[in-house]
Nanobody, 123 residues
Framework: VQLQASGGGLVQAGGSLRLSCSIS????????IVWFRQAPGKERDVVSS????????YYADSVKGRFTISRDDAKKTVYLQMSSLKPEDTAIYYC?????????????????WGQGTQVTVSS
């Protein structure tokens, strides 16, 4: 099983980025896919998730209305479109996959993790 996160970079405040999580070795039909982020000295916090059927999504309050999660089943890729970026969005962003997730915000609910991609938003 591999999750490959990409798309991070340096962007000015107000700009946009699209992160991609390319997934192999598992079926998206059976896994919740989530994006977490971790800023220096802080805990890893959930950003957004998409359910196994691709219908139900979740967003942290801090990103609602600015970020959109989606998935392309044919490409086995989950995207996080980030707009109106703020300096406080600066973090390493990780994608993860979990089966039978009951608590979306818990890092322990996810069995597989990608390596992370750095997002830096300058003011």
């Amino acid at each position: 099983v591999q999750l490959q996160a990409s798309g991070g970079g340096l962007v000015q405040a107000g700009g946009s980025l699209r992160l991609s999580c390319s997934i192999s070795g598992i079926s998206l039909d059976y896994y919740t896919i989530v994006w977490f982020r971790q800023a220096p000295g802080k805990e890893r916090d959930v950003v957004s998730s998409i359910s196994r059927n691709g219908v139900t999504t979740y967003y942290a309050d801090s990103v609602k209305g600015r970020f959109t999660i989606s998935r392309d089943d044919a490409k086995k890729t989950v995207y996080l479109q980030m707009s109106s970026l703020k300096p406080e969005d600066t973090a390493i962003y990780y994608c993860a996959a979990g089966q039978f997730v009951t608590r979306i915000t818990s890092t322990g609910a996810y069995q597989y993790w990608g390596q992370g991609t750095q997002v830096t938003v300058s003011s």
